[in-house]
Each structure stands twice: as structure tokens, then as C-alpha cells.
């Protein structure tokens, strides 16, 4: 189950890195990187974090197979995904489930408190993202008014709550994968956000 949601998570991110460098017309080579960076950006920053080096895609190339197989679906299907925009968005969101639930494993299977796995897991879902926003030349989805971190913590919390009642581990990964893609759906659907911040001047 785990395996097969990395492998989800990991395609999504890269087509979005995709379809961002696609949008703003980036050669083959620049796409590639912002896929591959998108994909493995967060994943690399927490591995580096709790000290597991060589990082995980460097020791297991099923991930460049992931990325590389997400950069080619991307781009000879690009004329199907006909609201770029739309595309985008579920693939980041389908990302950011799977992603988030991947970093809070990382940080128990290293005997971390719960508040640093959902740290871990929080960093691993967005960071590939900001990477790939500034790589881009956009604020980073994470930094705007736009609910995007606050749903990993949720999806964090839930996560062990949901443990703490001793329930099968695939009903704890499918449940904290799905609340977090459905408050993301929800949020953009209903225009929910933190307020801004602005400056008195």
C-alpha cells in the first residue's frame, strides 16, 4: 500500500513540476529539472534533516523511474489536460496527500515526537513545491493566503489520532491520504484561507 501511494505521489508531483514549466515554456531539459525537483525536493530537505544519507531517491532509482515516466505522460499527453490550470491542481493536491503521509512514517520509524513527524511530513509534502514555484518565478503556494501547509498539520494530526485508537494501519494511511486531498478540494472549492498580513503603511 505504501509502495504503490509513493509511486502515485511521486508521478503526481512530477506532472505538476511538468505542467508549471510547461506554462511557462521552458525548454525539454528545464521542464525535466522542475519535474524532477518538484518530485524529490521535499523528500531530499527531510532526509537531509533527520541525517539518512545517501537520500532516499539516490538509493532507490524507482523514484527517477517515477519522475522520468511522469515527464513523458506529461508531455505527450499535455493536449488532453486541457485546463492546464485544473491539472495542475490535482496532481499537487494527489501529491501532497501521499507526501505528507510519507514524512510523518519517516519521522516514527525513527522514534520521533508526533509534533516533528508532522513537521517531517509537512516539509516533505510542500517543500519540492516551493522549490519548484521559485524555480518558476511564483510566491510559493505555501506562502500565499491559499490553505496549503495548515492541511498537511491537520492530516498530520488526524494521522495520530486515528493511531491512537489502534486501528489497521492501511485504514490510518487511506483515511489521512483522503481527508487531506478532500479539505484541499474543499478549500479551493470554497475559498477558504488564513487572512493576510499586511503592514500598517
Given at each position: 500500500m505504501i509502495?504503490f501511494l509513493e509511486i502515485v ?9 511538468v ?5 511557462k515554456?521552458?525548454?525539454p531539459f528545464g521542464v ?8 524529490v525536493?521535499?523528500?531530499t530537505?527531510?532526509d ?8 532516499g ?5 524507482e ?6 515516466t511522469g515527464?513523458?505522460l506529461?508531455?505527450?499527453?499535455r493536449k488532453k ?5 485544473t ?12 507526501y505528507?503521509?510519507t514524512g510523518l512514517r519517516?519521522?516514527i520509524e525513527i ?13 516533505t509534502a510542500c517543500?519540492?513545491?516551493?522549490i ?8 510559493p503556494?505555501?506562502f500565499r493566503?491559499?490553505?496549503?501547509a ?5 492530516g ?5 489520532i ?13 483515511t489521512?491520504v483522503?481527508?487531506i486531498?478532500s479539505?484541499?478540494?474543499?478549500a479551493?472549492?470554497y475559498?477558504?484561507h488564513?487572512p493576510?498580513l499586511?503592514?500598517?503603511k
Amino acid at each position: 500500500m505504501i509502495s504503490f501511494l509513493e509511486i502515485v505521489g511521486t508521478m503526481a508531483f512530477a506532472m505538476s513540476g511538468v505542467l508549471t514549466a510547461m506554462e511557462k515554456k521552458l525548454d525539454p531539459f528545464g521542464v525535466f529539472i522542475i519535474a524532477f525537483v518538484t518530485a524529490v525536493g521535499g523528500g531530499t530537505l527531510r532526509d537531509v534533516l533527520i541525517g539518512r544519507t545517501p537520500v532516499g531517491w539516490m538509493m532507490d532509482l524507482e523514484y527517477v523511474y517515477m519522475i522520468i515516466t511522469g515527464f513523458i505522460l506529461a508531455v505527450v499527453f499535455r493536449k488532453k489536460f486541457d485546463r492546464l490550470r485544473t491539472s495542475l491542481f490535482l496532481f499537487d493536491t494527489i501529491g501532497l496527500g501521499v507526501y505528507t503521509l510519507t514524512g510523518l512514517r519517516k519521522g516514527i520509524e525513527i522514534g520521533l515526537h508526533p509534533i516533528i513527524c508532522i513537521a517531517l511530513g509537512t516539509i516533505t509534502a510542500c517543500f519540492g513545491g516551493v522549490i519548484r514555484d521559485i524555480l518558476c518565478n511564483e510566491i510559493p503556494v505555501i506562502f500565499r493566503k491559499e490553505i496549503y501547509a495548515t492541511i498537511c498539520i491537520l492530516g498530520g494530526i488526524l494521522f495520530f489520532i486515528l493511531k491512537a485508537f489502534q486501528l489497521n494501519d492501511e485504514i490510518i494511511y487511506i483515511t489521512t491520504v483522503s481527508v487531506i486531498i478532500s479539505i484541499r478540494l474543499m478549500a479551493v472549492k470554497y475559498k477558504w484561507h488564513l487572512p493576510a498580513l499586511e503592514s500598517d503603511k
